[in-house]
């Protein structure tokens, strides 16, 4: 019965489709939609009605951000070579105490980064992908890991979902050397797969010392991964997106990841109101001292 080509060919076919739903999910899909539902570059474009008069006006760039991406064709998943998704999916780590010091500058904690090799994504990266902008930002966005244009050029979101999230910082009113981006891990998985636990645990440590060394007043975590390894939480993205959350100290808005973003356009309206939300307290709140 086993040896039946027939049933192989299901078991395969059942091995790939986990795996898409693993893909998804860390993108932050919550339910996948059918290409013949999805919505059109059309239906995307229609005028969004701002109905609470009080927040900041929306300027071009910001009507950029949420009508001009079109959905593109995402590169195929790394399939595994596991017969099914793994169970750590759904644990998580016990979270591991912060070693910042109280005057730590990032090059001291990239100097410890090194060249690294505590894992074994150091075996098929191009480079290390530290974080990336002004360190005296107020406001800091935090993804997965890098991918194939991050490996290459060494710096977080540089390639198309980078290009987006340019957009989505633009539409805020700032630029990209206004604020600071990340990743829980600096080295770019094989075929752009999910971190596992391990992978992000080493990793982690390096990103909580770099928030206790920049100080911002916001952190914008996108996807479920940034989300998980940042506040250790269990619900989705989609459950917990837009709503204030707290890391020692720190306010923490989660919101949809922006390669998401160029898979299903019409999250877009969501990932505004979530940005609008951060706009609104850094709007209102006077800039705290970082010294």
Known sequence: MADNPHNAALLSLLGQAREQARFFGELGAESIALDKAAPSPEAVTMPVKDDAPRRPSVPPAREEFMFSARAVQSPKPYVSKSTGPSKDLFKLAAPQPSVAQAREALEDIWRDIGDCTRCGL?????????????????????????????DAQGKPFVGRAGQLLTKMIEAMGMKREDVIIGNVNRCRPPGNRQPTLE???????????????????VIVVMGNTALRNLLEVREGISRVRGQFRDFRGIKVMPTFHPAYLL?????????????????????????????
Request: charged share 35%; proline share 6%.
């Open 122 to 150: 150091c075996e098929g990266r191009t480079q290390v992908v530290n974080t990336h902008g002004n360190r005296n930002a107020r406001l800091m966005f935090i993804g997965e890991a890098p991918g194939a244009d991050e």
């Open 199 to 217: 992978e992000a645990a080493i990793c982690r440590p390096f990103l909580f010392r770099e928030i206790a060394a920049i100080k911002p007043e």
């Open 263 to 291: 898979r299903d356009p019409s999250k877009k309206r969501e990932t505004w109101e979530d940005l609008k939300k951060v706009i609104e307290y850094l709007e209102s709140t006077p800039a705290k001292s970082k010294s």
